[in-house]
Structures are given as structure tokens and as C-alpha cells.
């Protein structure tokens, strides 16, 4: 059994989650339990990462969109709400520029629409370098500091050991990849503003990857938007906070059907 779907079929609207950056399709365990009861929600593992096969050399996030669009196909699913969290809304955009008649709406969560700086995608290609040398920990060890707010580290005991297991588990490959594939990506500022779809953007008050900013510029640009700041969440506000994120989807969603 594919377990990267589940739920119900029928009138509602079937969610389209795609991960972050260097995670899997695990990270959505907690949307995935409460949000199946009442629609279908089909979870992506980009190549490398979690059960998504060996990574590809040279993959962008268009090509991570045209892939979840073909799991859709397998599935006999037409129309999606498609969303993300960081590099999964990166990618969640990519499936609105290349599939528009299949998007019912977005949910963009800690993300942003901009493209890199030249800095950022130097930066990108020397960690490229880095994991491809000495493994996925140069980018755990990197990246972890800067995932969770304060306050998620403090009451949520678990969750640093539980966000450093899910990066480790990716491949050193897939992980050089997609940074690549991060560094190419195209600005997504005119789709957005032209877009009219309904969607959600979510972000964590202390998210110091994609600041709130992001997400107010976002707002800004998506004519059917709706924002939501987490307080006490940081980047991963989907783990730090799933209650209040949970109940947001939810209304959301149940506002599409
Ligand atoms: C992510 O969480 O997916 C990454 O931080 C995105 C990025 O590096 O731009």
C-alpha cells in the first residue's frame, strides 16, 4: 500500500503536501493523521529523500512538481490544493506555473517568492560541494540551529532529535541536488501576482529562514490570500505548532470545498 496517501475520497478537495528542504514526507505525519478523516491528502518524497528512490542528477523543482504531478495522475486525482512548507512551497509554486488547471489552491508555509541572491546561490553550491565531500551532516549541522524557535526547543523536548533524524535520513546526493535545484529556481513574484486562486500562507513569528516578511510580501501579491503568523513557532511551524496550524488548514480547506 502507498502510504503516502490517505483519506477519504469524494467531494472534498484533495490536498498536495510537498516537504522541506533536506526532510521527507514525514514531516507531515501530524496534517496527514488529522486532516485524512475528512479528504484525501497525498504526501511527495522528492528523489533522495525518504521513500522517494535515488536521487537524480540535474533535477530542478520543476521537474519535483511534474513528479508530484504524475503520482496525482497514478492516483486518478484531477484537482488539488497544493502546498508546501520552505522548499515544498517552492515547489508547490512550480506545480502553479505548470499545472494551473489542476491547482484549486496554495498553501505556502514558511516560504518565499522571491529567487536566491547571487550570495545565496554561491553559498548553495559551496554546501553542495560540502555534502558531496563529507556527507548530509554539513548541512544538519548548519541548518539545525536555525530551524526551531526558542520556545519549541523548550517545551517540545523531542523535536530537535526528532528534526536532526529526519535530515540525516536524507541522501548525500539528493541533498546536493536539490540544493542545486534551490539555487536555479526561478522568482516566483508575477505568478503569484497574477494569481487569484484562494491560499493560505502560514509562517512562524520567529522563522529566521523565512521571516514573516516573506510572508507579508506574499500576502501582498496573492489577491485571494489569507496570512497567518504562528507566535512561539520558528521555520518549521508545521512541527512546532500542529494544533494551530492543523486547525488553519483545516478552515481553509473546508472553505475550498
Ligand atoms: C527549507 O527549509 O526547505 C530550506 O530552508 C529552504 C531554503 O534553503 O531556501
Redesign the pocket.
Known amino acids: 500500500m502507498d502510504t503516502s496517501m490517505a483519506g477519504q475520497s469524494g467531494a472534498r478537495v484533495p490536498l498536495l503536501l510537498f516537504h ?2 533536506p526532510f521527507h514526507a514525514g514531516m507531515w505525519e501530524a496534517q496527514v493523521e488529522a486532516l485524512s478523516a475528512s479528504r484525501t491528502v497525498v504526501t511527495f518524497d522528492c528523489p533522495g529523500f525518504g521513500g522517494g528512490g535515488e536521487a537524480v542528477s540535474g533535477l530542478s523543482l520543476a521537474d519535483c512538481a511534474r513528479l508530484g504531478s504524475e503520482k496525482l495522475d497514478g492516483l486518478g486525482i484531477d484537482r488539488v490544493v497544493v502546498g508546501g ?4 512551497g517552492y515547489i508547490a509554486m512550480a506545480f502553479l506555473r505548470a499545472f494551473p488547471e489542476r491547482t484549486a489552491g496554495l498553501v505556502l508555509a ?1 516560504t518565499r517568492a522571491g529567487a536566491d541572491s547571487e550570495a545565496a546561490r554561491q553559498m548553495r553550491h559551496t554546501q553542495a560541494a560540502g555534502v558531496r565531500a563529507s556527507g548530509v551532516q554539513v548541512v544538519a549541522d548548519a ?1 539545525l540551529p536555525r530551524l526551531l524557535s526558542e520556545t519549541s526547543v523548550n517545551e517540545i523536548p523531542d523535536l530537535r532529535d526528532r528534526v536532526r533524524g529526519m535530515m540525516m535520513n536524507a541522501s548525500a546526493e539528493g541533498t546536493a541536488v536539490m540544493l542545486e535545484a ?1 539555487a536555479a529556481r526561478p522568482d516566483s513574484g508575477e505568478l503569484l501576482s497574477a494569481c487569484t486562486l484562494p491560499a493560505c500562507i502560514i509562517v512562524g513569528e520567529s522563522d529566521v ?1 523565512t521571516p514573516p516578511d516573506e510572508a507579508r510580501a506574499m500576502h501582498s501579491m496573492l489577491r485571494g490570500s489569507e496570512l497567518h503568523i504562528l507566535d512561539g513557532a520558528g ?1 518549521l511551524s508545521n512541527l512546532e505548532a500542529p494544533i494551530r496550524f492543523n486547525t488553519i488548514l483545516s478552515r481553509f480547506l473546508d472553505g475550498i470545498d
Open positions: 522541506a528542504f512548507l520552505s522548499m515544498g514558511n541548518m534551490m529562514l521555520h
